[in-house]
């Protein structure tokens, strides 16, 4: 597997990364089939967040990986909190990040994260006490590297004024059927939906500031309205991928992986699937480099607008 630096950090990573959302679907021996499938494609990254079936996905990985201190050495964790339910609700705050990842530590059965992310922001935020947390996070040697979720420019500079840490990485919504970040960029000055810019010009700031793009859902559409891959309102989507595909002899799915590895944002897809067939499939990706037609051709096939 292609590796590539995370952020700006010497931390190599694959250039796709593995979504363990879904854990909790497969029973012990699945979940060991998949992450050893994983590992044998090169894919060592695999990401966790605190409220992944309630903390359950996290105890089947460690479970499934059989966790002991030479295999914590080869494989790369991230995890997120921050999201909390009964009721729903965004926690920043210093107690709540310290207690979450002594929780997600605890069924990880770690004693360090490579990664943690913020997962939603919190509009409640006090940056200093999230500075705080991540510093005393940092200095016990509980988390190696820092990042956000679903944020905005201006959320992360007001954050990364008061941390110590540089953000490495922000977890975004994207693909080729949810590429707003694309085409406000492509249709700047435009009097059409494409233009509106809804993320703050979010790809050109985190390019800027060497922080690592993590598409997550790069099959879905919409807000988890489905895939797009064999959806018949994606039609000729599907069919330019199928016909990509077949002109490098992958299948649709390592073509749209291929199409946001393209990107000269150098992202990681973060992918969730649980099926050993599929992961292999995006993990080809990695060895196909479209070139800029077949990229364009994707782009407008998904409905995306060219001024």
């Known amino acids: 597997m292609r590796t590539m630096k995370l952020g700006g950090t010497g931390l190599d990573v694959p250039v796709v990364g593995v979504g363990c ?13 998949f992450v050893q499938t994983a590992l044998e494609q090169g894919v060592n990254f695999f990401d966790h967040a605190d409220i992944y079936g309630g903390g359950a996905c996290e105890e089947i990985f460690a479970k499934a990986v059989h966790m002991k201190p030479s295999v914590r050495e080869s494989i790369i964790l991230q995890s997120k909190c921050g999201i909390r339910s009964n009721p729903p609700r965004f ?3 210093m107690e709540y990040i310290l207690s979450s990842v002594d929780g997600i530590l605890r069924r990880l059965q770690t004693d360090y994260l490579d990664v943690l992310l913020l997962h939603r922001p919190d509009a409640l935020m006090e940056p200093e006490e999230v500075a705080e947390a991540f510093e005393r996070l940092y200095t016990s040697g509980k988390v190696r590297y820092f990042g956000v979720s679903n944020e905005n420019p201006g959320q992360m500079q007001l954050l990364q004024k008061w941390l110590r840490q540089p953000i490495v990485a922000n977890q975004l919504q994207f693909g080729a059927a949810h ?14 939906d494409a233009g509106i810019n809804r993320d703050g010009g979010v790809l050109d700031f985190c390019r800027l500031h060497d922080i690592t793009i993590q598409p997550w859902s790069p099959f879905q559409h919409g807000y988890f309205e489905g895939v797009f891959l064999t959806n018949e309102k994606f039609s000729e989507l599907n069919q330019t991928l199928l016909a990509i595909g077949d002109r490098y002899e992958v299948s649709p799915a390592t073509a749209a992986i291929a199409w946001i590895l393209r990107h000269p944002a150098h992202m990681q897809p973060i992918v969730g699937t649980t099926k050993t067939e599929r ?11 479209l070139t800029r037609e077949e990229w364009y051709e994707i782009y407008r096939a998904a409905g995306n607008e060219l001024p």
């Open 179 to 192: 590429a707003t970040m694309i085409s406000s960029g492509i249709n700047v000055n435009m009097i059409n």
């Open 279 to 289: 992961l292999k499939e995006i993990c080809q990706a990695a060895d196909l480099w």
């Open 91 to 93: 926690d920043f705050s």
């Open 21 to 33: 959302m879904r854990l909790t679907e497969l029973d012990l021996a699945s979940a060991e089939q």
